[in-house]
């Protein structure tokens, strides 16, 4: 069955996901194993009835070159799979899986992706992904990078340092309940604001809360998501965009990619339920609530905290797809969108609409 | 089943070089001259450092441009701790730094004593390196700009 548009519906159908401050005491695919089977049996999916396999890691942080080989043992490649990877966050890893749908090569998908930053410095480790020539052999690790975004936003006057503050402590009492935050407990951002700055103008709060985690998801189209669910969170927008690498020759202020993906996907056509956005730094939530227009009066923004209280890296985009696609599952969202980042300064980013019937 | 193993020497090594290309080339030896190279787009507008295409639009460019070496902080944030590999074996101020005759920012470390010596945009002026040899390095930091 096609939509108006020409393109299959598809729907995500399930997910299950793990995030913990540091997973010691097992290797990626000792995690993301159960993860992967905990996704297929809610559905009662075996990977035989898997006809699309994508997943999301990086060799940088695993330090590790193919690391991702090994958590396709868990998957079971055994009779032979037709599989992918993508060394980005598992967002893109379920846009390829929607795309190898949409061909017909596949009716249903699985998709996930993990990271376990912890043994390593993931701040500078990310130094890594900076231009090669102009920028990583300075080693700025990633607070600092993001302080400089942060630095722009302040001094345009689009954002205070007790807006961010405000930002962080919604999100850490959001997530009291949230079992998979990292970084919790009902706080003010009088508080907050009282700390010392970890890297000026950006205190603890404001930072990404790092994470050790992974993501499974089901995706599955028309009458196969239908039988799986009885009420499948249909992907009706999906779309991601990319600002200039050159951090130097950007406006930090602005988020053009983001806008641009939100007019893709006609995130402004109808009422947004729900809204789990990908914002790791305080202020870069705030950038993409004002980018994308979403009022906190008429639209439930992050209720577990979101990617401030837990930011596993190569993962978190995808587990705002998944809450997203979760919240639509139950009937607490008729509409919700979901959006994932990559890159420094938000450069990369992912706008993925979900809809009950 | 003989019991003595077979071994091979085996050294790990990456036997190709590659080149920097005629634009980040060009400014790179530039640098190891003591000279800051930027590049013009079609609206006249110039990017520093170089790009071999705009940022914005894809277009190629080719037309180098020599500036100067200084200018001003566009944004700071202050690095308090120090970090393996970085410019400074103390705590600086990272920023990006428009070039005098620059429309765009370059990434880089500014020397001062604390963050209350910095501010958005302040004047600065590169810091060379006695020894260069054609890397962003070369420019050993930046720093406030004297004026007489």
Redesign the interface.
């Known amino acids: 069955m096609s939509t108006a548009n020409g393109l299959r519906e598809v729907a995500v159908v399930s997910s299950a996901q793990i995030q913990k401050r540091v997973i010691e005491d097992q290797s990626e695919p000792e995690f993301v194993t159960p993860l992967i089977n905990e996704a297929r049996d809610a559905v009662g999916f075996t990977q035989a009835d898997i006809g699309f396999t994508c997943s999301g890691s990086s060799d940088f942080v695993a330090g590790q070159a193919f690391s991702f080989v090994m958590t396709i043992d868990g998957v079971g490649p055994v009779p032979p799979i037709s599989e992918s990877h993508v060394e980005m966050d598992g967002a893109w890893a379920l846009y390829e899986a929607w795309i190898k749908i949409q061909t017909g090569a596949a009716d249903t998908a699985l998709v996930y992706s993990y990271s376990k930053s912890s043994p390593g410095s993931l701040r500078d480790v990310l130094a890594t992904q900076l231009d090669p020539y102009y920028q990583a052999p300075l080693w700025p690790d990633a607070f600092a990078i993001g302080g400089l975004q942060a630095r722009a936003l302040l001094d345009a006057g689009r954002i205070s340092e007790a807006d961010m503050a405000e930002a962080a402590a919604t999100a850490q009492t959001n997530a009291v309940d949230n079992p998979h935050a990292v970084r919790s407990g009902a706080t003010t951002a009088e508080a907050l604001l009282a700390t010392d700055y970890v890297a000026d103008p950006l205190r603890r709060h404001d930072l990404p809360a790092g994470a050790d985690g992974g993501i499974a998801v089901v995706l599955a189209a028309g009458d196969h998501a239908r039988q799986a669910v009885e009420r499948p969170a249909w992907i009706r927008g999906l779309d991601h965009r990319i600002d200039s690498h050159q951090i130097g020759a950007r406006d930090l202020t602005q988020a053009p990619s983001v806008a641009l993906a939100a007019e893709k996907v006609g995130l402004g056509a109808d009422k947004v339920d729900h809204a789990e956005l990908h914002g790791a730094f305080s202020f870069q939530q705030l950038l993409l609530e004002q980018t994308l227009g979403l009022d906190p009066a008429s639209t439930t923004i992050n209720p577990g905290g979101g990617a401030l209280v837990g930011n596993t890296m190569m993962a978190a985009g995808l587990m705002r797809i998944a809450d997203a696609a979760a919240a639509v599952r139950s009937g607490r969202a008729d509409r919700a969108v979901a959006h994932a980042t990559s890159g420094p300064c938000m450069q990369q980013n992912l706008l993925c609409v979900l809809e009950g019937d | 089943m003989a019991d003595e193993l077979l071994s091979a020497p085996m050294t790990i090594e990456y036997p190709f070089t590659r080149t920097?290309g005629p634009v980040?080339g060009a400014f790179?030896t530039g640098l190891r001259e003591g000279v800051v190279l930027g590049i013009k787009r079609a609206d006249g507008s110039v990017?520093c450092?170089p790009?071999e295409y705009d940022?914005?639009t894809g277009d190629a460019l080719t037309e180098m441009v020599e500036l100067t070496d200084t200018g001003h902080v566009?944004?700071?944030?202050?690095?308090?701790e120090v970090?393996?590999?970085?410019?400074f074996d103390r705590p600086y101020a990272?920023?990006?730094i428009q070039i005098d005759g620059a429309d765009?920012?370059?990434?880089?470390?500014v020397d001062v004593d604390g963050?209350e010596a910095m501010s958005?945009g302040m004047r600065v002026k590169a810091r060379w390196r006695s020894e260069r040899e054609g890397?962003?390095?070369d420019i050993a930091c930046f720093e406030p700009e004297v004026t007489p």
């Open positions: 920097t980040i790179l990017v450092p790009t940022p914005e566009m944004s700071w944030t202050w690095s308090g970090r393996e590999h970085q410019p990272l920023a990006l765009t920012a370059m990434l880089h470390g963050p958005t890397h962003i390095r």
